[in-house]
Structure formats: C-alpha cells, structure tokens
C-alpha cells in the first residue's frame, strides 16, 4: 500500500470527467467478499475498474464521480472488533482523505444518501450488465431520484463500459511497468520450470512448481487458474483439472500468468516431458511459431487489431496444407475458414488489470486500430483431436505459443521473450 502512487488515481478520475456529458454522474462499485463454503471466503481481489478509478482496496465500496468533478467514496465504517478478525479498515474518513475524495460516507447509508446526491442529473453512467445486483440497486437509487424530481426529466442510465474500457486500452508508464514486472516474473518462472520438469512428473507437480515460482519471484496469486495439460489434454482449450500423469514422449502445455501490483501476465509454452521433440511435435510447433512470429509483426501502431488474427489464419492454414492436414487452396482454406478444426480460438487479447482486459476491441463497427502503450497477448494453436482425419501418428499433439506483446513506436516489445520459445532453445534449456 505504501508504493501506492494515490495521484495516479485522481488524475485519472479528472481524465475521466473530461468524457462525461454535463450534469450527469458516475457510479462504480467495488468487488464483494465473496463465500467459499460456510464461514470460509475466497481471497479478496479488488474489482479492476473500481480499482483503476480509486486504487482502494477494500469490499463494500461505490464511487460516485459528478461531472463538475466532485467525487465522493462510499466505504465501510470503520470497525475496531472486526479489525481484530479481519484486519485494517480504512473507515470513510481516512480513506476520504489518503484517497483524494472530496466526500466520503458509510456504505450502510448509501440507500438514504445516494438518491439525494444524484437527483436532478440529466444522465448517471454505469458499468451496466457487469453486476446485475449492482445493477437493480442502481435501478432503485434512480427510481428514489426520480421520485423526488416529480416536475423535471428522469435520470437517464448510460453504459459507461466502452468510454472506461477506451482508457484502459493505452497504458500509461506506471501500468507499463506494473506489466513488464509480472510479465517478467512468469517469464523467469517458466523457464525454471522448464529447467526442472522430469519425466515422472504429473501435471499436478508442475502446477505446484509454477505456482510456487511464482511466489517466490514476487507474485502471491496467479492470473488465472493454470492450464497443464499432458499429451490430448492440451487439445481442451481450458483444462484446469491438471491431475494426470505425463509420459513419456509426451508433450505438455503449460498456460500460466501471474499478477503483479493488480497487473497480469499470460505465458503458454508446449514443450516435451522428456526435453526432446519427436517430428511430427517439430512439425507441427513449427507451424504454430511461423503463425505466432507473423502475427506478432502484424501488430503495430495505426494497423486495425485484427490484423494478427487475419495473418496468424494465413500462416497456420498454409501450414496445415504443407503438413497435409488440409487439403485445398490457400484461398478455399480461408474463405471456408477449414483451419478451425485445429485452431479453433482467438489469437489473443487485450491485457492489463485482468487477464482478458475489459476493453474494447470495435467502437461504433469500427475495428479499434493498434496505439502506442496497448498490450496484447499473441497465442496461436493448433490442436489434433481424435476426430481429426489425419493419421494416427498425429493424432493427441496439441501445441500453443503465448507471448505478451506492448505496442511501441516503431512494432512491439515482446515482453515475455525470457522464456525461450524456439525449439532449440527449449531443448538446450531442458537439458542444461
Ligand atoms: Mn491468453
């Protein structure tokens, strides 16, 4: 809490101002504590957009930002036997004051305050659809409003979800950096891994040795729930059970990120058990570095940010055709889209305070175009499943390399390139 920079966040609540209509208001609300089973919760991670508007970290929490710049925070009251449980409470005074609020009250009177504080404004602005009982509590403030307003226009209720998702797009250098840090925490974390797997291992150890490298390179919680998937599993694009053994000659895909000052990152590396490729994995992991290397120069400042996407399509179906596994014209490939039977998911996504950013990727049917400051993931696959009419030798390979990329002035920054991702490189590695 101490490195936390609080004028970050109010200059970004006055940018946010800047794109409000007059007369309207904002409301944001905190994640809440949210049950496991019986008394017990799950760590508490802050929601991101509330966190990118105040940098508070508690539940129970709503920000209300007014167009003319007034900002009030509604928190919990401070409570010193609850302290003694649960830890330290900022309390709506302190927080008013450390956080940069111009107002601040106890989140148990926000049904008597709120509706005073937002009648009479032409619009309140939302995050609608993203918490539906965040939402009806909104409903009912705006019916309260209204009611007190009999003789003037209701208050209209607009999504603010792609004006804040805009924002979040172009990272300014404190999230950069934020980024470049837990991108290089899972960076190094993967190579350890990679240094330290054995054939034996089940996908369960290798979890264990990546979470605990994570830890112990700085970041407490990964970014999401590890996919490693040994052998045909890797064909399951979000298999987290991770509770089989590997064999031998077994390839093993691994996806994993961490979080770092609320920042993600977001690697997959493919890689045999036994620190040697066959063939047919070479083929084929060729094949998906050719796509993820091309997709990677596809992204750059002023190109639309489908542009990786469309190229990794072209590279990966031409090298389905030379493998064999299609057959056809390039054009007919593409045009029928027959690459999806093996590469049957995005190239990537945005990424920031979440794993898939909630940002925009069009705005008014118009494709967002790449701006210096973005940062993307470039994950293409190719998976061979048992249905695949290919023969058998192929069959159960699946492969995807995972880098993320930040746009720079002049291409991108590859800002996972520590983990090696050529097949010599990863070779070496294994066997140093
Ligand atoms: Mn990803």
Redesign the pocket.
Known sequence: MSDLNVNTFKARRAEIVKRMDKNSVLLISSAKLVSRNNDTTFPFRQDSNFYYCTGFQEPDSVMLLHSNGHSTLFCRQKNPELEKWDGFMWGPEAAKDFFGFDEAYDINNINDVLPELIRGNETLYALVGKNLDFDSKITNWINSANSMERHQGNIDLKNFSNILGSMRLVKDDEEISLIRKSCEIAAISHRNVMQNVEVGMSEYDLECMYLNEFKINGSREASYTPIVAGGARACILHYINNNQQIKDGELVLV?A?CEYGMYAS?I?RTFPINGKFSAEQKAVYDVVLAAHNAACDAAKIGAPCTNPQKTSEKVLSQGLLDIGFLKGSLDEVLEKQLFREFYYHKI??W?GLD??DDCPYSLDAEEIKFEKGMVM?I?PGIYVNETAEVDNKWKGIGIRI?NDILITDDGFENLTSKVPVEIDDIENLMNS
Do not use: F, I, K, Q
Request: aromatic residues 0%; hydrophobic residues 15%.
């Open positions: 996806d990120g977001d997959t990537g996504h990424m794993v898939h993931t994950e995972e």
